[in-house]
């Protein structure tokens, strides 16, 4: 492509037909980014009757939403997501593509870039522009140490990991272009078959979406320990996650594990129980705005990375934590 202008949001749709968060989350950062390129920002809007949605995603920054509209898009197979995701790229022909860090993201990403003949830095942690070039930020060395890329080639991408970025204050009363673009799929290129979906059952804050999250590890001493973890993450409307070695042990479910080979969570506040912080959990909590650690052991690595710490034995520290979480909850 030639040309190129503006900042592309691959926007995406929640399994209720609701507006992901991380498109507006996306969009605030493109808004940032093009007014820095002097660009507009755009966005392309996928799905099966998803048109309504786009109003929205103008509110939340986008100067024009590429619709894009096909019963073949109604859920997320890459075989008919990937062709309608160039084809919108290529009517806006943006400088700038980025994607969430999602299920769908992992799988987009690598693949339009493939077809853009160009490439993507992956779960991305910050975005700035450079020399009028996009420089992305990722957690390298398991979390350990930052690094920065750059990209050559054009249009230049980038997966953005979930709520690293503030989304922009909606504006109803902002005016922005919608086009529809004709996805021109073929149901024959589409090789698989989604045939069945199984939801797993959950209470309460999604971990993933969770402004508070509380955490155990090894030290918790066993399954019980995490009935403690449940009332505290209660009380300040938080999720519960859990170290690997904790979810090994058969302490807490396998879907809250937290870490490198877990899921990766961005809370305001991360309270960190008897985990020692080894580099491949610390990868899952990279995001977090402010960890407090409570760890006996006064050289544990978990320290090194928050912003409080308590010295001690969880049991002992926690019940007088509670009383007072309790006592501010009742005022």
């Known amino acids: 492509m030639?040309?190129?202008?503006?900042?592309?949001?691959?926007?995406?749709?929640?399994?209720?037909g609701s507006l992901a968060g991380i498109s507006l989350e996306l969009l605030g950062a493109a808004r940032r980014l093009a007014d820095k390129l002097g660009q507009p920002v755009q966005a392309a809007l996928l799905g099966q009757d998803v048109e309504a949605l786009a109003p929205q995603?103008?509110?939340?920054?986008?100067?024009?939403?590429?619709?894009v509209d096909d019963p073949l898009l109604a859920q997320y197979q890459g075989d008919a997501f990937v062709p309608a995701a160039e084809k919108a790229c290529r009517e806006a022909n943006p400088t700038v593509v980025l994607l969430g860090q999602t299920i769908i993201g992992r799988d987009l990403a690598p693949r339009l870039a493939a077809r853009l003949d160009t490439a993507v830095a992956m779960?991305?942690?910050?975005?700035?522009?450079?020399?009028?070039?996009?420089?992305?930020?990722?957690?390298?060395?398991?979390?350990?140490?930052?690094?920065?890329?750059?990209?050559?080639?054009?249009?230049?991408?980038?997966?953005v990991r979930v709520k690293s970025q503030e989304p922009l204050p909606p504006d109803s009363s902002r005016q922005g272009e919608v086009v529809k673009v004709a996805a021109g799929l073929d149901a024959s290129a589409i090789r698989t078959k989604i045939i069945d979906r199984r939801k797993e059952k959950a209470e309460g804050v999604r971990l993933e979406d969770a402004e508070v999250v509380v955490a155990g590890g090894r030290g918790m001493g066993g399954a019980e320990g995490f009935q403690v973890?449940?009332?505290?993450?209660?009380?300040?409307?938080?999720?519960?996650?859990?170290?690997?070695?904790?979810?090994?042990?058969?302490?807490?479910?396998?879907?809250?594990?937290?870490?490198?080979?877990?899921?990766?969570?961005?809370?305001?506040?991360?309270?960190?129980?008897?985990?020692?912080?080894?580099?491949?959990?610390?990868?899952?909590?990279?995001?977090?705005?402010?960890?407090?650690a409570i760890n006996k052991d006064p050289e544990a690595n978990i320290f090194r990375f928050s912003r409080f710490g308590v010295v001690g034995d969880w049991k002992a520290v926690l019940p007088a934590f509670l009383d007072k979480v309790r006592e501010l909850k009742a005022q």
């Open 229 to 292: 973890l449940e009332e505290l993450a209660g009380l300040m409307g938080g999720a519960v996650g859990a170290s690997r070695a904790a979810c090994d042990l058969g302490w807490y479910p396998v879907p809250q594990q937290i870490g490198l080979t877990g899921k990766v969570v961005s809370p305001a506040l991360y309270i960190a129980v008897a985990i020692s912080g080894a580099s491949q959990h610390m990868a899952g909590v990279s995001g977090a705005k402010s960890v407090v």
């Open 123 to 159: 779960d991305c942690l910050d975005l700035a522009i450079a020399d009028g070039r996009l420089v992305m930020t990722r957690a390298a060395y398991g979390g350990n140490a930052n690094a920065q890329y750059t990209c050559k080639c054009l249009p230049q991408m980038a997966s």
């Open 57 to 67: 995603l103008v509110a939340g920054g986008a100067d024009k939403v590429y619709v």
């Open 2 to 16: 030639a040309n190129e202008s503006g900042v592309l949001v691959i926007a995406e749709v929640s399994e209720d």
